[in-house]
């Protein structure tokens, strides 16, 4: 994914807009449209818009026209989810699920503005249609999700998708209902046409799997309806461990959240991230299709538990290349990844990490061109100078390869220093690193930045780096590495923590001389607001005096009043909970000859002054 990075915001736009909270890409990635659901229209708040952006012969991304439905209330939270088609002819948005039952088209004019062209509503009686949304390629077809209620002795609701083809003066009519088995609830979660529109994924988000449709001669059967086949139904083991408050949930009912199809049908990306509990874990699922027509688990990339990974997904029209991203966090920085496709599996090429290093829900939404060349990542929480949840998204093109990092730093510690340690597995116009931090109860504190760490410039190896960041107060710490390009770009690395002083909580370090002959000095780890006390004793256990703790956690240690030999520091808090000692070693000066021969008290005289003492006598 290329380093070079557009930032694409809502000229009029406001605190609480959630610009970002969707996003999507024509098939050359020339066109963006995104969605602020929160934006207010006209007094009517949470109406919701959509912005199309375009791409100019420099690379940036520029706003080309603001879409707003014609009968627009206050609420309806229009741009929730938005897709493009027909390199960016063709736009439509649906309202949030709340009885609206509408969903928008957009077609461009001539000289660029966008007009509202069709308004898509289910010929059944439905409730909550209108999101997700999905537009084939061409615009030909819009699918949108919603429910159907079917008489059968009494009422009964099923949720399906509802796709609706153009006509040849532009309205949409209905034009099948795709549905799942009985047992399957919540169909039309995520929805994802091939990029050839032959295919179309279907999503439940939970344990009832991710269903495929195909419109391929090759693929009609008996169960083909209104032209769709379903040739699929994707799923994975649904284990449950551990504990859901103290551990990590091994449950997978988030599969499904998200789903990207290739242009064949062959690959088959599918989410796993509920985004509902911390302990949940977050994954990522390759389906390959077989000779035979079937789907079998291809990979399975694991975030981890707590992780991001999989809130929303996107597949490139030959399924090499994936883009995975994270979720609605807010309170830990998230990360999207870029795999590639190798000949059994699919590894992880590069890291997109947000710009200016905060969580903004960066990547809660991604998506890549049918190329492949261009990425387009929301962060919908960004704050805009002072607009608060402004937001923001961001387009990766192809102009270089950014620097790929390995994994994310590590952090280590020793005494009141910090030691980052990071790999990249390739560079391009890399000027180098700065390692960045800040104590992490200091909420909306700057990063402090340190000396540059000269980069390789290009590289298409590994390249190892290292850091030392010194003289850090005791607390937790936030780390991070700052790469700058060589025209002056940034971006960041995830972000890693660290205890500095903490080796035990509570400890006494030696930083002077020791043993020592004037003064030496102790430093105090321990929480700021731990108020403490330090007395020196000797090695009978008697109290010699008190030592002052300075602010800075500092103890003095002087030789006045003191005897050759060992003694003990022990420091306590105010309550005596905690304790802490050190062993220091005094050495008292020794006396030279040449002041003995001047001391005013007699000496004892050598042997042989005896015997001269003797003779004279």
């Not at 109860?441 to 290292?466: C, F, I, K, M, P």
């Amino acid at each position: 994914m290329g380093r070079s990075r557009s930032c694409a915001r809502n000229a009029d736009g406001d605190a609480g807009d959630a610009f970002g909270t969707s996003i999507a890409l024509s098939a050359e990635g020339r066109y963006a449209l995104v969605g602020p659901p929160d934006d207010s229209i006209d007094g009517n708040k949470l109406q919701g818009s959509a912005y199309v952006f375009e791409r100019q012969s420099s690379g940036n991304y520029t706003q080309a026209s603001k879409l707003i439905v014609s009968d627009g209330k206050a609420s309806d939270r229009f741009g929730t989810n938005v897709a493009i088609g027909a390199g960016g002819k063709y736009a439509v948005s649906g309202t949030a699920p709340a009885g609206r039952d509408s969903a928008y088209v957009f077609a461009r004019n001539p000289e660029g503005s966008y007009r509202q062209q069709a308004v898509l509503t289910p010929s059944e009686t439905g409730r909550y249609f209108g999101s997700p949304v999905a537009m084939s390629p061409d615009g030909s077809r819009v699918a949108v999700a919603g429910t159907t209620i079917e008489e059968q002795g009494s009422e009964d609701v099923r949720q399906g998708v509802f796709v609706f083809v153009r006509r040849a003066d532009g309205s949409y009519t209905q034009d099948a209902v795709l549905t799942a088995p009985d047992s399957v609830s919540g169909l039309g979660r995520s929805i994802a046409f091939s990029p050839r529109g032959q295919y179309i994924a279907i999503g439940p988000s939970g344990s009832g799997g991710v269903f495929v449709f195909s419109q391929s001669a090759a693929d009609r059967s008996a169960s083909t309806e209104n032209g769709y086949t379903r040739v699929a139904r994707l799923s994975v083991a649904d284990p449950v461990e551990g504990n859901p408050i103290t551990g990590c949930l091994e449950q997978y009912y988030g599969f499904g959240v998200s789903i990207s199809i290739s242009s064949d049908g062959k690959r088959v990306l599918v989410g796993a991230k509920s985004g509902i509990l911390a302990t949940t874990p977050g994954r990522a699922y390759v389906f390959a299709r077989n000779q035979d027509g079937r789907y079998t688990q291809k990979v399975e990339i694991n975030g981890g538990c707590g992780s991001a990974l999989g809130r929303s997904v996107s597949l490139s029209a030959d399924g090499q290349r994936a883009l995975i991203g994270g979720n609605y966090s807010t309170d830990r920085p998230t990360e999207v990844y870029v795999f590639s496709e190798t000949d059994t599996s699919y590894t992880k090429k590069s890291v997109l990490t947000p710009p200016n290093g905060e969580p903004d829900s960066y990547g809660s939404p991604v998506v890549l061109s049918a190329d492949g060349q261009y990425a387009a990542v929301g962060a919908p929480f960004e704050d805009v100078d002072t607009n608060r949840i402004q937001g923001t998204a961001y387009v990766y093109g192809p102009a270089s390869l950014p620097v790929e990092w390995a994994a994310p730093p590590t952090a280590t510690v020793a005494g009141r220093d910090g030691i980052l340690s990071w790999r990249t597995l390739s560079e391009a116009n890399n000027n180098g690193f700065r390692v960045q931090h800040r104590r992490r109860d200091a909420a909306g504190a700057n990063w402090t930045s340190g000396a540059l760490v000269a980069g390789a410039g290009h590289a298409a190896s590994e390249q190892r780096y290292r850091h030392r960041v010194t003289g850090l107060a005791p607390g937790r710490y936030a780390f991070r590495v700052k790469q700058i390009d060589t025209d002056g770009g940034a971006s960041h690395s995830s972000v890693v923590e660290a205890e500095v002083g903490a080796g035990a909580d509570f400890a006494l370090e030696a930083l002077g001389p020791n043993p020592f002959r004037r003064e030496t000095v102790l430093a105090l780890a321990a929480p700021e607001d731990a108020e403490s006390e330090a007395t020196l004793y000797n090695t009978l256990g008697q109290k010699v005096r008190r030592l002052d703790v300075q602010a800075d956690g500092r103890i003095a240690v002087r030789a006045e009043g003191l005897s050759s030999g060992l003694y003990v520091v022990r420091v306590t808090t105010a309550a005596g909970a905690r304790t802490a000692t050190q062993t220091v070693e005094f050495r008292a000066f020794r006396a030279r000859a040449s002041d003995a021969r001047k001391a005013p008290c007699a000496t004892r005289p050598t042997p042989r002054a005896e015997r001269a003492r003797s003779r004279r006598r």
